[in-house]
């Protein structure tokens, strides 16, 4: 929003705000639109953004809903799909790690079942792509597999979205050390992967891609990372009327 000429209201501490004395999040919607051309809100609840877009006047932008959705990032990772391998039609796909709870994965599905892709669905039995996501895969009528270990694939795929084990998605954290390094993209593995493809990541990472990898012309996420600054801006823009 800044380097579009506007101004910014950030509210990412609650501590000292209404929200602290039991406000209920339609009210606060309702307050902050006063000052505001436009809400962008994250918050740690499933469904929040739409509850906030019921009750308010002003656009509202969902920046991330808990484990539910995070659908600017999904924008943002169709177009460096597109920006690196020009087209999206007939890639084959897979998203490794945490499917359960990672949102980024559940929205870039939704999207990407709009194009003629295959999905490969790479994850532990336990983080494995929640049933109500599957439903839409199955809906759309594209094929996908679910599968446990990526060395499996590597060398099928057009895009290697890996997305890390969300520590602070466990309660018991013995569940969380058991699949927390299941996954490592490092130079061996790449080995095996196609000349022409991208591995991309929502960030942060942790350890599940090395860091012997950022040279590699096919390691994509830092160039995410750009996008999104390029795509959020545009949607800001049209969201206002100014594009």
Known sequence: MLRLGGQVIPINNVQYSSVTKGESLPDTVRTLESYADLIVIR???VGSAATAAHYASKPIINAGDGVGEH??????D???????LGSVEGLKVAMVGDLKFGRTVHSLTKLLVNYPV??????PENLRM???????VN????????????????????????TRVQKERFTD???YDQVRDRYVVDPALMDRAKQRMIVMHPLPRINEISYAVDSDPR??????MRNGMYIRMALLAAVLGKA
């Open 43 to 45: 918050h740690p609840d």
């Open 118 to 123: 295959e999905f490969i669905f790479v994850s």
């Open 139 to 162: 809906a759309s009528g594209h094929a996908y597999e679910q599968r446990e270990d990526v060395h499996d694939i590597i060398g099928d795929v057009d895009v290697l979205y890996v």
């Open 71 to 76: 659908p600017t990032q999904a924008l943002l």
């Open 219 to 224: 390691a994509a996420y830092f160039r995410q």
């Open 173 to 175: 954290l013995a569940e």
């Open 78 to 84: 169709l177009y460096t799909i597109v920006e690196a």
């Open 130 to 136: 929640p049933a109500d996501e599957l439903d839409v």
